[in-house]
């Protein structure tokens, strides 16, 4: 009976591990060193989707590759060179598993990335490509490489859209109901 006791706690236990490195294997920066063939290895069941496209506002072309298409996993790399050895950047905007190793993800709130980059955040006005982008005003996340997009939860006034940072009160802040609605890793 004590074998099979002993047993059953070995077997629970490797099931918690195996459920903590599954985790893991959802934190954007855990591939940033990797080259597609590593991503493939590692992420076998993700259906990676391989092309090259137009970025940077349709001035530079890049390979990408798209782990896990078409689900709330998905997950769009960007590579430096055509071979696929080196990311460029790596970004998603679905809410699935993925979130950065500071526990940013699809629908972070605005407060809280404040707190988690100990300093308040300001951010740019919506409705054009880069609507949204956090600035992170020398805080904790300044030097992280991570970058991310607010949008309102609600129908917004005009005075919030448009290229320039949004200067509001504290209130209309809250108002707007601010959360993460995609989060990009870059060197």
């Given at each position: 009976m004590k074998k099979i006791f002993v047993l059953i706690a070995l077997i629970t236990l490797a099931a918690?591990?195996?459920?903590?490195?599954?985790?893991?294997?959802?934190?954007?920066?855990?591939?940033?060193?990797?080259?597609?063939?590593?991503?493939?290895?590692?992420?076998?069941?993700?259906?990676?989707?391989e092309d090259s496209g137009m970025f940077e506002e349709g001035s530079v072309e890049r390979a990408f590759s798209v782990l896990y298409p078409d689900t709330p996993n998905e997950l769009h790399v960007t590579w430096k060179d055509s071979d696929r050895t080196k990311i460029h950047d790596i970004r998603f905007s679905k809410d699935g598993k993925w979130k950065t190793k500071k526990g940013i993800k699809i629908g972070t709130t605005y407060e809280a990335l404040n707190k988690l980059n100990k300093k308040e955040i300001s951010f740019y006005g919506f409705g054009w490509d880069y609507g949204g982008a956090v600035m992170w005003n020398e805080g904790e996340l300044e030097d992280s490489g991570i970058r991310v997009f607010l949008a309102p939860g609600d129908q917004v006034a005009n005075k919030y859209y448009g290229d320039r940072i949004v200067k509001a009160t504290s209130d209309e802040i809250k108002a707007l109901n601010l959360k993460v609605t995609s989060i990009m890793l870059v060197e």
């Open positions: 918690c591990g195996n459920k903590n490195v599954s985790k893991d294997r959802f934190f954007a920066e855990n591939i940033k060193d990797m080259n597609a063939e590593e991503l493939a290895k590692t992420y076998p069941e993700a259906n990676i989707y």
